[in-house]
């Protein structure tokens, strides 16, 4: 299939995405439209925002603020109630991240580092990202520190072609922080505006792989103090709640920025950034939403819980 | 985690012990914890439901057991279910009565299939299988040349046809490869996509009517979240799945979408990938992944094990003692004596909650007998008061023992550590007590 056909594929995934969250807001809508606010619609709240992967935690939470905002504004209408949690969770997403990224005048480019668990589509955001920023006119240049997996260097090869960025590359199997070091080196003699590292898939609870993370990061600060200045962890949207202990142990090793969100072009809803915004304060910055160059979003908090909640 | 749930289930039934039978009444409260920690370990809303709701009759009107809590009664009840509507016992792989027999390995992007087909292969091939693998991923940049490296290192043959856009035609051209070349499995790669890709299912659907797969893996992965239902739903019911692979489970993830997979498939669950190395892939275990999704280790055949070998009285004794920290050593190499009379040490500590995070520091049976030996040489003053033993009374109990003074410092070091940490077990019951206290390694 190539690059055009895809694009009619892209087409029907989007309608099908719309049709995937149409099936959850008509859900939610219909049963709190249903009229009076009864016992029952707060069963049914929980049952669907525990199904849009929220965790029992924060849906309680959410449950009981609802419960809440009904008893003391005397609320009698179930649609003031989809109202008030639409609010709610759009001024939660929409709180500002708990690590800021550091507001600095880097010695040169603006160093993204992306991490994550394996196969959530770090590379894939990458030729994307720098996409996004070769639309803006912007120098990019990309760094494959992904030394492990086979053929890692390859297919971020092709995205760098894509996305018309350059590649600073290793041998397979190299140090992970020489190739860092040497993209960092080589993009601020090449003047690039943004320098976006790939790394290697590792699962957060292997304190080695973990190592080898802050490693990459030591190393950038010899060239730059202030980089990287920006730690992106990627989180596929059909996560459980296990992505809250990716988020845990992945900003204790380095401190997180922000999440991207990819695959939200399938039914899942994403909705524990929901919970990992609530727990640990990391906004997300990006969504994914499919598998072609320009299929990456900023991240909207009113568009997210509308398109939760709307047609 | 197993320590909240049965921490909670332990406080939930502290006064119901010996109360007679189970009732709707009496557990009410447990089974709202065991929901709570199967949707914690995201098996999916309306599973949970039914399965409780399963749970409850099955429970309904039991005798309260003498000698364990309703709490832990309810945990075993849950599991046992938990271990059947996995299947019960590990299901092999089908293999054609005409070679190549076909697996084919589908799922989302990102699941992990590639290296699965790697992994599998290598599996096979132990088993004196000669496995050719298919490379028809065509659209993922570098997905063909990731399994053609991956063979390389297993020194396997793989195929695709170079530049190919076409996976059919692949697939069809290598089961021809797979004949020629007296290969007897073949396991075909197919690119990630999603459950709703209308045009990329009808792919699968043609490689599925072109070659008749024997096996059609479904490869999920082990930290997903509710969507499990719905991705396993689609794909069984517009492919057919004979079978399920659960990747990544060397993680955290509590794995509850392997539940809800097998319920709305019903079809089981073969194999586990444990790592990202080719050999990290093992034989699925219902009985390990129950004890998982609820977060306990092996705990129940702790407990039944413990049951059958250790006095109750005086396990409720020992308890007690260790509660109000005042375990002696005399009661300690009673302990290491009734834990091995429950087996090789290293398989009872397996089974102890919290014991794999300790990866490494495990006690080995050597060192027990040498902790043995020292506290057979104390004397009975000794034991009861280990703060009296001073220099000439640890050289005569280095001698006595065979060991250094060095060793008996080492035990006596640990010993006191253990009493602190005991402090902090208080609230983790004697399970995890016996954990702890075994922890002698320096
Ligand atoms: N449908 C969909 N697939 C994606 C998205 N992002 C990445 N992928 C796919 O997920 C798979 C794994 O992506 P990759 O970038 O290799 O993940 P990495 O291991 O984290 O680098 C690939 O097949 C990608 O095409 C997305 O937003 N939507
Ligand atoms: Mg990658």
Redesign the interface.
């Known amino acids: 299939?190539?690059e055009k056909n895809r694009f009619g594929?892209i087409a029907?995934?989007r309608s099908?995405l719309s049709k995937?969250r149409e099936g959850f807001a008509a859900k939610v809508r219909s049963l709190l439209r249903r009229g009076k606010i009864d016992e029952g619609i707060f069963e049914e709240l929980e049952?669907a925002l525990?199904?849009?992967?929220m965790?029992?935690n924060t849906t309680s939470e959410l449950v009981e603020k609802m419960r809440n905002r009904a008893k003391d504004d005397k609320l009698t209408d179930a649609e003031q109630l989809y109202s008030v949690l639409e609010e709610e969770l759009i001024s939660l997403l929409s709180r500002p991240a708990g690590v800021e990224p550091k507001p600095v005048q880097p010695v040169g480019p603006r160093v993204t580092l992306m991490i994550g668990?394996?196969?959530?589509?770090k590379t894939t955001t990458i030729g994307k990202l720098a996409n996004m920023h070769r639309q803006d006119e912007k120098k990019v240049l990309i760094a494959a520190a992904d030394t492990?997996?086979?053929?890692?260097i390859?297919?971020l090869?092709?995205?760098a072609n894509r996305s018309s960025a350059d590649l600073v590359k290793h041998k397979s199997g190299a140090d992970p922080a020489a190739v860092a070091y040497d993209a960092l080196a080589a993009a601020i003699a090449r003047k690039c505006d943004y320098l976006i590292i790939d790394t290697a898939g590792r699962?957060?609870?292997k304190t080695n792989l973990m190592e080898e993370l802050k490693k990459i990061k030591r190393v950038l600060g010899k060239l730059d103090p202030t980089a990287p200045h920006e730690i992106l962890m990627v989180l596929?949207?059909?996560?459980?709640?296990?992505?809250l202990?990716q988020a845990r142990l992945f900003t204790e090793a380095l401190g997180i920025t922000g999440i991207v969100l990819t695959?939200l072009?399938?039914?899942?809803?994403g909705g524990?950034v929901v919970a990992i915004q609530q727990e640990f304060g990391i906004p997300v910055k990006y969504i994914g939403v499919g598998?072609s160059l320009d299929d990456l979003k900023p991240f909207h908090p009113d568009e997210f819980v509308k398109a939760l909640f709307e047609d | 985690m197993f320590e909240a749930l049965s921490e909670k289930l332990q406080k939930t039934f502290r006064n119901l012990r010996g109360l007679g039978k189970l009732s709707d009444k009496n557990m009410k409260d447990g089974l709202r914890d065991v929901r709570m920690a199967l949707l914690e370990a995201d098996v999916s809303y309306k599973v949970v439901k039914d399965f409780i709701a399963h749970v409850q009759e099955k429970a309904l009107g039991r005798e309260v057991l003498e000698s364990i809590t309703p709490g832990q009664q309810i945990v075993k009840i849950v599991h046992d279910e938990l271990v059947q509507l996995m299947g019960g016992v590990a299901e092999p792989l089908g293999f054609s009565s005409e070679p190549p027999t076909v697996i084919m390995l589908i799922g989302l992007q990102g699941s992990g299939k590639t290296t699965t087909a790697a992994k599998l292969a290598r599996n096979l091939r132990a088993r004196g299988h000669h496995p050719l693998l298919v490379a028809a991923d065509v659209y993922r940049p570098a997905a063909v040349r990731q399994l053609q490296i991956l063979a390389e290192q297993l020194e396997m043959p793989s195929f695709t046809i170079e530049g190919s856009r076409d996976p059919v035609g692949i697939c069809k051209e290598a089961i021809q490869h797979a004949r020629r070349s007296a290969r007897d499995v073949a396991i075909l790669d197919t690119a990630g996509r999603l459950h709703i890709n209308d045009e990329l299912i009808e792919e699968l659907q043609l490689i599925r009517d072109a070659l008749k797969p024997k096996e059609t893996l479904l490869v999920a992965d082990a930290m997903t979240g509710q969507d499990a239902v719905t991705v396993a739903e689609s794909f069984h019911t517009r492919v057919g799945v004979t079978g399920v692979i659960l990747t990544k489970l060397d993680g955290d993830a509590r794995g509850g979408a392997a539940l809800s997979i097998r319920s709305v498939t019903g079809k089981p669950i073969k194999f586990v990938g444990i790592g990202e190395k080719l050999d990290a892939f093992d034989a699925f275990h219902p009985d390990r992944i129950a004890s998982r999704i609820l977060g306990m280790g092996d705990v129940l055949s702790l407990v039944e094990k413990a049951q059958g070998t250790i006095d109750e009285k005086r396990a409720a004794e020992l308890q007690e003692k260790l509660l109000k920290a005042q375990f002696t050593l005399e009661d300690f190499r009673e302990q290491l004596q009734q834990l091995k009379k429950m087996g090789p040490l290293d398989e009872v500590l397996a089974m102890i909650p919290g014991m794999s995070k300790l990866k490494g520091l495990e006690p080995q049976e050597k060192d027990v007998v040498k902790v043995e030996a020292i506290i057979n040489s104390m004397t009975n003053k000794e034991r009861q008061s280990p703060h009296i033993i001073e220099g000439s009374r640890k050289k005569r109990i280095a001698r006595g023992s065979g060991t250094s003074v060095a060793d008996v410092n080492r035990l006596l070091k640990q010993f006191q550590q253990m009493q602190k940490m005991m402090k902090q077990v208080r609230r983790l019951g004697w399970l995890r007590g016996l954990g702890g206290g075994l922890n002698l390694q320096p």
Not at chain 1, 117 to 121: A, P
Not at chain 1, 148 to 152: G, K, L, S, T, V
Not at chain 1, 236 to 243: E, M, S, V, W, Y
Not at chain 1, 265 to 269: F, L, N, Q, V
């Open positions: 299939m190539g594929i029907r995934l099908q995937a049952a525990i199904q849009a992967d965790g029992v668990v394996n196969g959530v589509g492990f997996r086979a053929a890692a390859e297919q090869e092709i995205w699962l957060h609870t596929d949207a059909t996560t459980g709640q296990n992505a202990s695959k072009d399938g039914t899942a809803k524990i598998e």
